[in-house]
Nanobody, 123 residues
Framework: QVQLVESGGGLVQAGGSLRLSCAAS????????MGWFRQAPGKEREFVAV????????YYAESVKGRFTISRDNAKNTVYLQMNSLKPEDTAVYYC????????????????WGKGTLVTVSS
């Protein structure tokens, strides 16, 4: 069983930066596609970014493209989300996820989910 634990969330002013980390424990996720999703109060969970196991192919939501960067360190069983130029509309609980399913939108085959870390961007 893969356990995913997010960290790095917090309060930040608009225009600032945060780096989220997702650490895996138990079974390695080295063969998994990994991603970040987010959910704001009263809104549906939405896709943010994904990175594939094969070839480290990345996709981003249009709303974060050019501002966020997803990366992975398979040796450390860790995936990151570098968030720059943060906007108030980025405020949400951010969830790390992994899976081996079809690497297709909207869910990209995610099967395992962390409990989330809250990011709050003030204006």
């Amino acid at each position: 069983q893969v356990q995913l634990v997010e960290s790095g969330g917090g309060l930040v002013q608009a225009g600032g930066s945060l780096r989220l980390s997702c650490a895996a424990s138990g079974r390695t996720f080295s063969s998994y596609n990994m991603g970040w999703f987010r959910q704001a109060p009263g809104k549906e969970r939405e896709f943010v970014a994904v990175i594939s196991w094969v070839g480290s192919i990345t996709y981003y939501a249009e709303s974060v493209k050019g501002r966020f960067t997803i990366s992975r360190d398979n040796a450390k069983n860790t995936v990151y989300l570098q968030m720059n130029s943060l906007k108030p509309e980025d405020t949400a609980v951010y969830y790390c996820a992994g899976g081996q399913g079809g690497f297709q939108s909207p869910g990209y085959g995610m099967e395992f989910w962390g409990k989330g870390t809250l990011v709050t961007v003030s204006s």
